[in-house]
């Protein structure tokens, strides 16, 4: 089983920058690829970014060019740099891992608010 706590949610104001953090533990040699999905108030869950085990990146069109995901495979932690952000970003924040068994694991979510 693979634990998850994501970390550095918050209010910021349009144009600024937050980093999310994602930490994982328990059977981390299980892991695969991980990814960032956030849900919005009413609105389904979607993913923002992914990231394979030897480093392929991928992301959803509404983030290229303001979002980065990373990994440190040393610290078994993932990270979301968010940049320009803007009030439609506002959304609740998951970290996924999806495990070399088939399955996936989530974190509990971490709030970002971005105030216009």
């Known amino acids: 089983q693979v634990h998850l706590v994501e970390s550095g949610g918050g209010l910021v104001q349009a144009g600024g920058s937050l980093r999310l953090s994602c930490a994982a533990s328990g059977a981390i040699f299980f892991i695969n690829a991980m990814g960032w999905y956030r849900q919005a108030p009413g609105k389904q869950r979607d993913l923002v970014a992914d990231?394979?085990?030897?480093?392929?990146?991928n992301y959803a069109d509404s983030v290229k060019g303001r979002f980065t995901i990373s990994r440190d495979n040393a610290k078994n932690t993932m990270y979301l740099q968010m940049n320009s952000l803007m009030p439609e970003d506002t959304a609740v924040y998951y970290c996924?891992?999806?495990?070399?068994?088939?399955?996936?694991?989530w974190g509990q979510g971490t709030l970002v608010t971005v105030s216009s």
């Open positions: 996924n891992v999806k495990l070399l068994t088939g399955g996936d694991a």
């Open positions: 990231i394979t085990s030897d480093g392929s990146t």
